[in-house]
């Protein structure tokens, strides 16, 4: 048995797996998007129809789907800033503490995403734990406005993604020969221009990949809006969920989330190739 | 000896199939509710009174029991509970069962206008189990003056701002509009979409939040002091604080109701009867006044309700001819497209 064919027959399974329970279902939710919502909801099978893609070119349309991407952008941005110097700090602690405190950044993710951002609207709402103490201590006259607002939505979002890029990027600082930073250390770089010419540029993979996971997440997310947003801000993923659910338009809806998944997809690619082309720079410093 | 007990087990395996197999011919019915919306000892008392097991799905929203009963053509339910408008919209789509009405003598229980309903006279296809009246809730301990008015609520008072809820659910949002210009609350012109479009995308300036689910809650913890409310969630604040109130803005309000359907699909059309005729009995409707709060079009259920409890929650003696004079939601049909969009539009708005 060569070994080609017993590493296509390892990952059949999962070929399967993602085949007939990922592939097949958005094929046929896409297929919806080239007919016509019936009278009273569901499908009109009987008119072919490019109509849904002129629909979804609308300026309206358009403006949440980038707004989504402004807040998920946003999202992104805060939680590598906070997930970089985290997973760092991590790696540099003593090696018999790295377990745990990687088991505590993914600690809340053992509960559910319901209860994690309810939580925050206990700590945020005008007569919550954080206006009532504030108040209390006299440092503010009135309840602050920090819930129900975009504020609340990125602050939601990067409090539940900030793991995913602490692992990513840990996972690359960790697979970083510490031999080039000392060498650039000895060769009189100073802690910063190491930091920015050598140990970032390595890890780049490890940060493209937490990023495009917090970007992804964020951009399709409709239940943090809702929530933290108070209904408020309306993302592609509202957007989405509403023509579905609410408006029954079911190939509107198809068409939307196909344009959502298609952007979704180019992001992972260029994220695969920034992976691969950094891969490639490690062989030629080595 | 090996091989003899694998047959063993599969023997018991097979005997333990044709078993379940066989108390599945047995009489059971599936029923699509929400949760908590009957009585907590329904399935018992049904199967005592007629030997019919009940199974019982649920449901948050109309909407997600109406994307599931559309994907499978009603197919794995024998009742559905569900809001006019998509009992309606299922009708339309053919996928409904007429209701027998010489199966159900306990229509008798129900008041003359609850056959007089807009979406379905006569009780056709629906069998309306609770109904009521969409107004604005308060708190009249901070409140200065009573509301009376959809505009109280859509031009809120300086001392109002950030202080007041809609409800989230396209047609409701736009209902409050509607109602306020004195417009059907199926209105689906362009022209009266975008009059009201402007309205509410002034007023979201004013609002804390969108809400559907805990506006009541938000009285009570004084983060709202006016939301826009359905008359039996408001009910739910009052019980927690008395001087929550409930009022009918002077405009009008629509009348919703829920009611029971059965999907052509149903595998047994004279258990789904049966089970009708029970939910209708006096008894079950008392509950639903007493545990849910909501009214019910079932006179011999509403004669039993406590009078102590109509005094603490006025909204619960609102007579069955002043709700017929507000208008129903119904299906928008292609209106929808247009509709939607302009919700779209208030949702996105800054």
């Given at each position: 048995?060569?070994?080609?064919?017993?590493?296509?027959?390892?990952?059949?399974?999962g070929?399967?797996w993602?085949?007939i329970l990922m592939?097949?279902?958005?094929?046929?939710?896409?297929?919806l998007?080239?007919?016509?919502?019936?009278?009273?909801?569901?499908v009109d099978?009987?008119?072919?129809?490019l109509?849904?893609?002129?629909?979804?070119?609308?300026?309206?349309?358009?403006?949440?789907?980038l707004d989504?991407?402004?807040?998920?952008?946003?999202s992104t941005l805060?939680?590598?800033l906070?997930?970089?110097?985290?997973?760092y700090a991590i790696?540099?602690?003593?090696?018999?503490w790295?377990?745990?405190?990687?088991?505590?950044?993914?600690?809340?993710f053992?509960t559910?995403y319901?209860?994690?951002?309810?939580a925050w609207?206990?700590?945020?709402?005008?007569?919550?734990?954080?206006?009532?103490?504030?108040?209390?201590?006299g440092?503010?006259?009135?309840?602050l406005s920090i819930?129900?607002?975009?504020?609340?939505?990125?602050?939601?979002?990067?409090?539940?993604?900030?793991?995913?890029?602490?692992?990513?990027?840990?996972s690359?600082?960790?697979?970083l020969?510490?031999s080039?930073?000392?060498a650039?250390?000895d060769l009189?770089?100073?802690a910063?221009?190491?930091?920015i010419?050598?140990?970032?540029?390595?890890?780049?993979?490890?940060?493209?990949?937490g990023a495009?996971?917090?970007?992804?997440?964020?951009?399709?997310n409709?239940?943090?809006?809702?929530?933290?947003?108070?209904?408020k801000l309306?993302?592609i993923g509202?957007?989405?969920?509403?023509?579905?659910?609410?408006?029954?338009?079911?190939?509107?809806?198809?068409?939307?989330?196909?344009?959502?998944?298609a952007?979704?997809?180019?992001?992972?690619?260029?994220?695969?190739?920034a992976?691969n082309r950094a891969?490639?720079?490690?062989?030629?410093i080595? | 000896?090996?091989?003899r007990?694998i047959?063993?087990l599969l023997?018991?395996?097979a005997?333990?199939?044709?078993?379940n197999?066989?108390s599945?011919?047995?009489?059971?019915?599936v029923i699509a509710?929400?949760?908590g919306y009957?009585?907590?000892?329904?399935?018992?008392?049904f199967?005592?009174?007629t030997?019919?097991?009940l199974?019982?799905?649920?449901?948050?929203?109309?909407?997600?029991?109406?994307?599931?009963v559309?994907a499978?053509?009603g197919?794995?339910?024998?009742?559905i509970?569900?809001?006019?408008p998509?009992?309606?919209a299922?009708?339309k789509?053919?996928?409904?069962?007429?209701?027998n009405?010489?199966k159900?003598?306990?229509?008798a229980?129900?008041?003359?206008?609850?056959?007089?309903?807009?979406?379905d006279?006569?009780?056709?296809?629906s069998?309306?189990?609770t109904w009521?009246?969409?107004?604005?809730?308060?708190?009249?301990?901070?409140?200065k003056a009573?509301?009376?008015?959809?505009?109280?609520?859509?031009n809120p008072?300086?001392?109002?701002?950030?202080?007041i809820?809609?409800?989230?659910t396209?047609?409701w949002?736009m209902?409050a509009?509607?109602?306020?210009?004195?417009?059907s609350?199926?209105?689906a012109?362009?022209?009266s979409?975008?009059?009201v479009?402007?309205?509410?995308?002034?007023?979201?300036?004013?609002?804390?939040?969108?809400d559907?689910?805990t506006f009541?809650?938000?009285?009570?913890?004084?983060?709202?002091?006016?939301?826009?409310?359905?008359?039996?969630?408001?009910?739910y604040g009052?019980?927690?604080?008395?001087?929550?109130?409930?009022?009918?803005?002077?405009?009008?309000s629509?009348?919703?109701?829920?009611?029971l359907?059965?999907?052509k699909?149903?595998?047994?059309?004279d258990?789904?009867?049966k089970f009708?005729?029970?939910?209708l009995n006096a008894?079950?409707?008392?509950w639903v006044v007493?545990?849910?709060?909501?009214?019910?079009?079932?006179?011999?259920?509403?004669?039993t309700?406590d009078?102590?409890?109509?005094?603490?929650?006025?909204?619960?003696?609102?007579p069955?001819?002043d709700?017929?004079?507000?208008e129903q939601?119904?299906?928008?049909?292609?209106?929808?497209k247009?509709?939607s969009?302009?919700?779209?539009?208030i949702m996105?708005?800054?």
């Amino acid at each position: 048995m060569s070994s080609r064919f017993a590493a296509w027959l390892l990952m059949a399974p999962g070929l399967l797996w993602l085949g007939i329970l990922m592939v097949v279902p958005c094929l046929l939710v896409f297929a919806l998007a080239f007919f016509e919502r019936g009278t009273y909801g569901g499908v009109d099978w009987s008119i072919f129809t490019l109509e849904n893609f002129r629909r979804a070119g609308d300026p309206l349309y358009l403006s949440i789907l980038l707004d989504s991407a402004r807040i998920a952008a946003v999202s992104t941005l805060l939680a590598l800033l906070i997930g970089y110097p985290a997973a760092y700090a991590i790696m540099r602690a003593p090696e018999r503490w790295q377990t745990s405190l990687l088991f505590l950044a993914i600690l809340p993710f053992w509960t559910n995403y319901l209860i994690r951002t309810y939580a925050w609207i206990v700590l945020l709402n005008p007569v919550g734990l954080i206006n009532t103490v504030l108040i209390h201590l006299g440092l503010i006259s009135g309840p602050l406005s920090i819930l129900y607002n975009e504020f609340a939505v990125i602050l939601g979002l990067v409090y539940s993604y900030t793991p995913f890029v602490i692992l990513a990027i840990y996972s690359s600082l960790q697979r970083l020969d510490p031999s080039y930073a000392e060498a650039s250390r000895d060769l009189g770089a100073g802690a910063i221009i190491t930091f920015i010419r050598i140990t970032l540029p390595l890890t780049a993979a490890g940060v493209a990949a937490g990023a495009v996971f917090v970007f992804v997440l964020s951009i399709g997310n409709f239940v943090t809006p809702d929530l933290l947003g108070g209904g408020k801000l309306q993302m592609i993923g509202n957007l989405i969920y509403d023509q579905f659910l609410t408006a029954r338009d079911w190939p509107f809806g198809a068409t939307l989330a196909g344009l959502l998944i298609a952007v979704m997809m180019a992001l992972l690619m260029l994220q695969a190739v920034a992976a691969n082309r950094a891969r490639g720079d490690n062989g030629k410093i080595a | 000896m090996k091989y003899r007990k694998i047959f063993t087990l599969l023997a018991g395996a097979a005997v333990a199939v044709v078993a379940n197999i066989s108390s599945s011919l047995a009489e059971k019915l599936v029923i699509a509710t929400w949760d908590g919306y009957t009585p907590k000892d329904m399935v018992e008392k049904f199967k005592a009174a007629t030997g019919i097991d009940l199974e019982l799905t649920v449901h948050a929203t109309n909407e997600e029991i109406m994307g599931k009963v559309t994907a499978s053509g009603g197919e794995g339910y024998d009742i559905i509970f569900v809001s006019s408008p998509f009992a309606e919209a299922l009708n339309k789509l053919e996928l409904l069962a007429p209701i027998n009405h010489a199966k159900i003598p306990n229509f008798a229980n129900l008041y003359p206008e609850a056959s007089l309903l807009q979406h379905d006279p006569g009780n056709t296809y629906s069998v309306p189990y609770t109904w009521g009246t969409t107004g604005l809730c308060y708190r009249s301990d901070v409140l200065k003056a009573e509301p009376n008015s959809w505009n109280d609520l859509l031009n809120p008072a300086e001392d109002l701002k950030g202080k007041i809820t809609m409800l989230a659910t396209d047609r409701w949002l736009m209902s409050a509009g509607f109602l306020a210009n004195g417009l059907s609350v199926n209105t689906a012109d362009q022209a009266s979409l975008d009059t009201v479009r402007d309205q509410l995308v002034a007023t979201k300036k004013s609002l804390l939040a969108y809400d559907d689910t805990t506006f009541y809650s938000k009285l009570v913890s004084g983060e709202a002091t006016l939301v826009h409310a359905w008359d039996g969630w408001c009910n739910y604040g009052t019980a927690e604080n008395a001087a929550i109130k409930y009022v009918i803005p002077k405009e009008g309000s629509d009348l919703w109701v829920d009611t029971l359907v059965i999907p052509k699909a149903a595998k047994n059309l004279d258990a789904a009867h049966k089970f009708i005729d029970f939910i209708l009995n006096a008894e079950n409707g008392k509950w639903v006044v007493e545990n849910i709060m909501y009214k019910v079009p079932n006179k011999a259920a509403m004669e039993t309700v406590d009078k102590a409890m109509l005094a603490a929650y006025p909204n619960i003696a609102i007579p069955p001819a002043d709700l017929l004079k507000y208008e129903q939601l119904r299906d928008l049909g292609d209106g929808m497209k247009a509709f939607s969009k302009t919700v779209s539009e208030i949702m996105a708005a800054k």
